[in-house]
């Protein structure tokens, strides 16, 4: 007899629950194909955020290209201002720049200008050397456009690529750009800079780097003369867009292994 009280009021909270989930399920937000397919349930990210030194700020390229902001991270709100193209000083007009890169020390910035896409990473542009305190920047070469550039570690040297070898710029000495490598050849020998496939397979667009204390550069060079030509087939595009091609379609070589 002593059971008998516990078992009813067991069986009378699934009475309820039996009923009131329909109800609960009803009440439920519907999801509908629309918002799966437009993208309703999709993660925000936060792109270009670059942290600083501090360890409480990052920095940030506006959408216009014309200033790099510094933000806390604890705020989100906007704390300074790192590079401001209506404030900064060079020869050359700028209109807007495309992305940057800070020297380890955050004193000066690489200002990325006039990017064009050679494979999924890799890039040529051309970069200016910015000094934040005394807000001047200047050519970074004047040899061309540059590929993946990168300081030393004490921020007083920047090696770059460009057709295929690398060159180093020393800060110190005036800007002093000494050429590396002096082999490189298209779909022959590449100095630094991975071929398509190894830019591909290892999500990389830079195969060189400096040691830990700035003294010396080290990098992969990648023979493919004994590689097969494969050929593909270009058209004018959207993004980016080739213009060459607009009429016509035309055809790239590159060193591709199973080709």
Known sequence: MKYFPTLSLGLFAGFLSFFATPAAADEAPKITIEQINDGTFSPRYIYGVHPLNDGESYSQLSADGRRITRSSFKTGQET???????????????????????????????????????????????????????????????????????????????????????????????????????????????????????????????????????????????????VPVYRMQMFEGMKPELKQYAEYPGTYDYKYPIA
């Open 80 to 226: 300074g201002v790192l590079f401001d193209l209506s404030k900064a000083r060079g020869a050359a007009k700028l209109e807007r720049i495309d992305g940057y890169i800070m020297s380890p020390d955050e004193k000066k910035i690489l200002l990325r200008t006039n990017t064009t896409p050679v494979y999924r990473r890799t890039s040529q542009a051309v970069y200016y050397i910015y000094d934040v305190a005394n807000r001047k920047y200047e050519p970074l070469s004047e040899g061309g456009p540059q590929m993946s550039p990168l300081f030393s570690p004490d921020g007083n040297v920047v090696a770059f690529a460009r057709d295929n070898n690398l060159f180093v710029v020393k800060l110190l000495y005036g800007n002093a750009e000494t050429r590396v490598t002096t082999d490189g050849k298209r779909n022959e020998v590449l100095n630094g800079i991975p071929d398509w496939v190894n830019e591909e397979e290892f999500s990389t667009a830079r195969s060189f780097d400096f040691t830990a204390d700035s003294k010396m550069l080290c990098w992969v060079r990648y023979d493919e003369t004994k």
